[in-house]
């Protein structure tokens, strides 16, 4: 099996606590918001302005 990326499991537990619980879509906005905010914060380090 292929490594997921980050946000691929991100998705996929945001998608299990949804079918556990009736807040799937606030579990699944509050991750997506989490991975916004690494990708923004990983890709402003990943700039070498030197």
Do not use: D
Not at 7 to 17: D, F, G, I, T
């Amino acid at each position: 099996m292929r490594e997921l990326s980050a946000e691929a499991r991100l998705h996929l537990y945001a998608r299990s606590l949804s079918r556990r619980s009736g807040t799937g879509f606030h579990a699944a906005a509050l991750y997506g918001a989490f991975a916004v905010i690494a990708g923004i914060l990983l890709g402003t380090l990943s700039v070498h302005p030197f």
